[in-house]
């Protein structure tokens, strides 16, 4: 399972607490072992700043598909789909996980 935070440092953020900040490191490192502590899948994470990742072919397709669908970020993508758009937590995260491995899951043993 492929699991990609993506966010944009370039805006402003709010003033008062909107929630994570995926850009700091410490808070992927966070995600990322309360993932490995809660699934025993593997499971990969990336982080991508579109800031700083402007000229690469995927950041490019991101940005082009959040203006045309008009999503917020930061975005949460599993598996290559939008899973959450805005503001989420880890544990938010770790549910959007759960539920994504229980359609596999469930597409696996139904022969879809």
Same mark, same amino acid.
């Given at each position: 399972?492929?699991?990609?935070?993506?966010?944009?440092?370039?805006?402003?953020?709010?003033?008062?607490?909107?929630?994570?900040?995926?850009?700091?490191?410490?808070?992927?490192?966070?995600?990322?072992? @309360? %993932?490995?502590?809660? &699934?025993?899948? !593997?499971?990969?994470?990336?982080? +991508? $700043?579109?800031?700083?990742?402007?000229?690469? =072919?995927?950041?490019?397709?991101?940005?082009?598909?959040?203006?045309?669908?008009?999503?917020?970020?930061?975005?949460?993508?599993?598996?290559?789909?939008? @899973? %959450?758009?805005?503001? &989420?937590?880890? !544990?938010?995260?770790?549910?959007? +996980? $759960?539920?994504?491995?229980?359609?596999?899951? =469930?597409?696996?043993?139904?022969?879809?």
């Amino acid at each position: 399972m492929h699991v990609i935070i993506i966010d944009d440092t370039s805006i402003e953020s709010c003033e008062a607490y909107c929630g994570v900040d995926w850009s700091a490191e410490e808070n992927i490192k966070l995600a990322g072992q @309360r %993932i490995t502590e809660r &699934f025993s899948d !593997r499971i990969e994470v990336q982080y +991508i $700043d579109l800031s700083k990742s402007y000229f690469e =072919k995927q950041a490019r397709q991101w940005q082009s598909k959040i203006k045309t669908e008009h999503l917020n970020l930061p975005l949460l993508v599993i598996n290559g789909r939008v @899973r %959450i758009s805005g503001q &989420f937590d880890v !544990r938010m995260l770790l549910d959007s +996980i $759960d539920a994504e491995r229980e359609i596999t899951y =469930k597409g696996d043993t139904n022969g879809q």
